[in-house]
């Protein structure tokens, strides 16, 4: 697909595939918390090198737990 893209005129910058969750699930309160915890850990280990996941949880608690 981006040989064709550039074969077409187009530059990229960026380029990657991508993990894009088809279906999510809403966390709140100490699910969220919980998540959140979870996958800065995960963010941390030098051994992971991506991390998806399929969690929605709503931007005010996102701020709320951020703080």
Same mark, same amino acid.
């Not at 893209?5 to 969750?21: L, Q």
């Not at 998806?52 to 709503?58: K, P």
């Given at each position: !697909? =981006? $040989?064709?893209?550039?074969?077409? #005129? +187009? $530059? +990229?910058?960026?380029?990657?595939?991508? !993990?894009?969750?088809q279906?999510?699930?809403?966390?709140? #309160? =100490?699910?969220?918390?919980?998540m959140? =915890?979870? !996958?800065?850990?995960?963010?941390?280990?030098?051994?992971?090198? =991506?991390v998806?996941?399929? +969690?929605?949880?709503?931007d005010?608690? !996102?701020e709320?737990?951020?703080?």
């Open positions: !697909m =981006k $040989k064709a893209i550039e074969e077409a #005129g +187009f $530059k +990229f910058n960026y380029a990657e595939v991508t !993990m894009v969750p279906n999510t699930i809403r966390l709140t #309160g =100490k699910d969220a918390e919980q959140v =915890k979870l !996958m800065e850990g995960l963010e941390d280990s030098e051994d992971v090198q =991506k998806y996941a399929n +969690f929605d949880i709503a005010e608690e !996102m709320r737990l951020s703080a």
